[in-house]
């Protein structure tokens, strides 16, 4: 209930804060931009609209990891608190042995044994079997012994390579075998907290990453062969870099077509138009760079190569600059070039392009580069309205919503569940209470009954008491 509660603020939308409005003053500051496409004072309202939307998602990202290493850290607690437990579990197994072997009863330390293994019973699921000599044998999980007699069969929180900084729980036996037993426990505070760092919260982290591509791709999709009033440049980097063995294996999610290239003058007018084909599943960067170069067949005019770092670069020679044109294969947005958003990892890594952050003349309006021209800007801006997400059923708005609501839902159910099994957990003490013969209520009522009798009878004494001196003084 504890961690639902802390991801209701993580998505919180009761401050100027919320990952919502910045969604919606994004998208006014496009429609604003449609309106005034060449307006300083808005171009740069959207630079920081976008920066601060993209700092709330990863500002979320940061909450629920940082929740995810909470969750951590209490499965480490818990790891340690069960085998403290198993440890006293062994030793009252020990004191009832030698106590009940020599004819005397072992009370005291049975009724400790029991309230130790009920507190294991709160952090794993638990079986406990009596053995004939009074010892029992504590089983966890499917099917892990914990406590066998004398023997403690301890657990151990490991951390793995699979992912940094998160533990795995090992069942470490004899001769130090260990089995991994993070995926065997039923119950108890242990699932309840594996469940809430390994599925609940990374499956919003998964929400958010999804929102935050959805947003990246949307936007830079016509923001890449779009221009603004800066857009013509003579060098231009992706914001993506391909590894040296990728850089000669066929590029992902490319589309056959073709992509422009428009060569323009000092003065913005278009001196040449290249048309480059690609070959979706067939070119590699390599192929793609040298087409590029075949197809200007000028290096002087323009050149592409990929850097050391296995980014791609275009540079034109002075005095000419160039734009990117029409894009049917996607490559603009795969290596990112004209980007708005660059994005690898989703909401934990979005920002603004770096080129974009430093001149809001960068941002991309229109086309071609022709004056007042808005058509980008009113695309990006149409998308507020636009199915977009889910196989393009919901707007970003309701899908952010419906995370909100999931939360809220489960947030309720928790609470439901709680109160069902603190309910449960009296009636069981109920029932072992009749068993016993020993209720505590009613023990405390007939201490209270007999408190009051004592009370009552030495008052009456004492009253005798005060007559029979003032009869000996008379």
Not at 307 to 332: H, K, N, V, W, Y
Request: a negative charge; charged letters at 25%.
């Amino acid at each position: 209930e504890e961690f639902f509660s802390k991801l209701e603020l993580v998505f919180s939308e009761m401050s100027d804060s919320g990952l919502h409005r910045a969604m919606n003053d994004f998208w006014n500051s496009w429609s604003q931009l449609a309106n005034q496409p060449e307006s300083d004072v808005v171009r740069t309202r959207v630079r920081d609209q976008g920066d601060t939307l993209a700092t709330r998602f990863r500002e979320r990202h940061a909450q629920l990891q940082s929740l995810r290493k909470e969750a951590d850290a209490r499965i480490q607690g818990a790891v340690n608190q069960i085998n403290n437990l198993a440890q006293q579990v062994k030793e009252l197994n020990r004191q009832i042995y030698s106590y009940e072997i020599s004819g005397h009863q072992a009370n005291d330390a049975r009724d400790a044994r029991e309230l130790a293994v009920e507190k294991l019973s709160k952090l794993v699921d638990v079986n406990m079997i009596e053995n004939s000599n009074g010892r029992t044998s504590v089983i966890i999980g499917r099917d892990w012994t914990l406590v066998e007699g004398d023997q403690v069969f301890e657990l151990d929180a490991t951390l793995r390579g699979g992912e940094a900084g998160m533990v795995s729980i090992d069942g470490i036996a004899t001769h130090d075998h260990r089995r991994d037993l993070t995926r065997s426990f039923r119950g108890g505070q242990m699932t309840e907290l594996i469940q809430m760092r390994d599925e609940t919260i990374v499956g919003y982290m998964n929400q958010l990453d999804e929102l935050a591509f959805g947003v990246a791709a949307k936007v830079n999709q016509p923001h890449a062969t779009g221009t603004g009033i800066s857009s013509a440049t003579d060098l231009m980097k992706s914001a993506y870099a391909l590894t040296p063995e990728a850089r000669a294996q066929p590029m992902p999610f490319l589309q056959d077509g073709v992509f422009q290239l428009h060569l323009v003058d000092r003065d913005n007018s278009i001196l040449e138009t290249y048309e480059i084909e690609v070959q979706a599943g067939v070119d590699s960067l390599e192929d793609i760079v040298k087409r590029i170069n075949q197809t200007v067949n000028d290096p002087n005019l323009l050149a592409a190569s990929i850097g050391e770092d296995g980014s791609m670069f275009l540079e034109s020679g002075q005095p000419r600059r160039f734009i990117f044109g029409d894009d049917q294969t996607a490559i603009t947005q795969v290596m990112g070039f004209n980007s708005f958003f660059e994005t690898l990892k989703g909401a934990a890594d979005l920002r603004i392009s770096p080129r974009i952050l430093e001149d809001p003349n960068a941002i991309s309006t229109g086309r071609d580069l022709i004056p007042g021209d808005n058509q980008v800007a009113l695309a990006i801006a149409k998308l507020q309205n636009q199915p977009t997400m889910r196989d393009e059923t919901v707007t970003f708005g309701e899908y952010y919503n419906s995370i909100l609501g999931d939360i809220g839902l489960k947030v309720q159910r928790n609470q439901v569940e709680k109160a069902q099994q603190d309910n449960m957990v009296q009636q069981f003490r109920e029932i072992r209470s009749s068993i016993s013969a020993v209720n505590m209520d009613e023990e405390l009522a007939d201490m209270i009954q007999h408190q009051k009798a004592y009370e009552a009878s030495a008052r009456y004494v004492s009253t005798v008491d005060e007559m029979m001196q003032t009869l000996i003084n008379m």
